[in-house]
């Protein structure tokens, strides 16, 4: 069974700065892709930012220059390095991974990991 576990969040004052991490396990296939979502209150998910196998990266436009995605396939380990931290970005972020060869459409979702942004 795949797990997807998050970590990192917590409380940082604007201009600040959070490392989020996600590991991943249980799976016998390689990654596809990884993926960072956040959810703020009344608002839909959105992706953040993804990191696929060779290594190419999308950024949502809210977060470009401030954002670093990274992924360790060996250690099943992905990072989201938040920068200059703003109060829009006060969500909970899920960690989103997608397997070759894993016919799940949908991927594997994590719990998720409060980030809260003070003014």
């Known amino acids: 069974q795949v797990q997807v576990v998050e970590s990192g969040g917590g409380l940082v004052q604007s201009g600040g700065s959070l490392r989020l991490s996600c590991v991943h396990s249980g799976s016998t296939f390689a990654v596809y892709r990884m993926a960072w979502y956040r959810q703020a209150p009344g608002k839909q998910r959105e992706q953040v930012a993804n990191?696929?196998?060779?290594?190419?990266?999308y950024y949502v436009d809210s977060v470009k220059g401030r954002f670093t995605i990274s992924a360790d396939n060996d250690r099943n380990t992905g990072y989201l390095q938040m920068n200059t931290l703003k109060s829009e970005d006060t969500a909970v972020y899920y960690c989103n991974v997608e397997y070759y060869g894993d016919y799940n459409p949908s991927g594997y979702w994590g719990q998720g990991t409060q980030v809260t942004v003070s003014s």
């Open positions: 990191i696929n196998s060779v290594g190419d990266t």
